[in-house]
C-alpha cells in the first residue's frame, strides 16, 4: 500500500482500492486536483483495505467492483459503518446493483476529470454538516437555476425529455434531464425508483400496496420490474 501521512482534517480523506496501477493513478492524479480531497493510500486489494479502514480515519473510499479475491460490493456488504463510496468499473451493468448500497456515484472507466469532480461535489463535506445545514441542488428551469432542497422533494415524475420535481408544499419544479440521470444525483437520500415514470421519496409515502404507492394523496403506479425491489425497500 501507498500511503501519505500528512492528513488534513479540513479536506476528506480518501483511499483508492483499485488493482489497476493506472486506473488508480489517475484517481491520484485527480484526488490531488480537488482542493477539498486529501490522497491518504492506495490499496489493491479489499483484504488490505479493511486493514487501512481498521488503522485510520477514512472519509471516502474509491472502490472498484473487480477486484482480485474478495470484490467490490461483496466487501462494501462486510463494513458496518462504510465512509461515503464512490464506485469505479469499467462495466456499467453493475450500475443498478450499486444503488442498493447507498453509494454516492458509480463512475464508469475510462473516467475523465469532469465526470470525476461531479461525483465528488456530490460528498458531504463537515463544513457544510454544521447545524441546520440542509442538502440541496440547483435545477435549470425556464432559464434560471433554483435551489430546490433535498428533503422537500416528495416525488418525481419523467414527461419525455423532462423531469416534473413535486415538492412537499406542492409547489413544482421542471427541468430538462431523464430520470435516470436525476435517479444517480439523488442517491444515498432514501429514493425509490417506483416505476419508469416515478422516483419517489420513501419518506413521503403514506401507503403501499402491491401495486401502487400513495404520495401526498396520489396514487402513483409500481412497475412490475421494479416491485420486488420496492416492496423490499418499503418492509426492510
Not at 492528513?7 to 488493482?19: G, M, Y
Not at 482480485?68 to 443498478?96: C, E, N, S, W
Not at 472507466?109 to 460528498?123: C, G, H, N, S, Y
Request: with cysteine; net charge negative.
Amino acid at each position: 500500500m501507498k500511503s501519505h501521512n500528512d492528513h488534513t482534517s479540513a479536506r476528506l480523506s480518501c483511499l483508492v482500492v483499485e488493482d489497476e496501477p493506472l486506473a488508480a493513478g489517475i484517481l491520484e492524479d485527480y484526488i490531488s486536483q480537488v482542493p477539498w480531497l486529501h490522497f491518504s493510500g492506495r490499496c489493491s486489494a479489499a483484504i488490505a483495505a479493511a486493514e487501512v479502514l481498521q488503522e485510520q480515519s477514512v472519509d471516502v473510499l474509491f472502490l472498484d467492483i473487480h477486484l482480485p479475491g474478495m470484490k467490490g460490493l461483496d466487501f462494501l456488504r462486510t463494513l458496518m459503518h462504510p465512509p461515503q463510496v464512490i464506485l469505479t468499473t469499467a462495466y456499467h451493468q453493475y450500475a443498478l446493483e450499486s444503488y442498493d448500497h447507498s453509494v454516492v456515484d458509480y463512475l464508469l472507466k475510462p473516467i475523465e476529470f469532469d465526470r470525476f469532480f461531479k461525483a465528488v461535489q456530490k460528498l458531504k463535506r463537515e463544513e457544510n454538516a454544521g447545524k441546520g445545514s440542509r442538502p440541496f441542488r440547483f435545477f435549470n428551469t425556464n432559464k434560471k437555476m433554483v435551489r430546490v432542497w433535498i428533503e422537500d422533494i416528495e416525488h418525481v415524475e419523467s414527461i419525455r425529455e423532462y423531469v416534473k420535481i413535486v415538492l412537499r408544499d406542492q409547489k413544482t419544479v421542471v427541468t430538462k434531464m431523464a430520470l435516470s440521470e436525476l435517479e444517480k444525483e439523488l442517491a444515498g437520500f432514501g429514493f425509490i425508483r417506483a416505476h419508469r415514470s416515478f422516483l419517489v421519496s420513501a419518506t413521503a409515502i403514506e401507503a403501499y400496496s402491491a401495486t401502487e404507492v400513495t404520495i401526498g394523496g396520489k396514487d402513483i403506479p409500481i412497475g412490475r420490474q421494479y416491485r420486488d425491489e420496492v416492496l423490499e425497500r418499503l418492509q426492510g
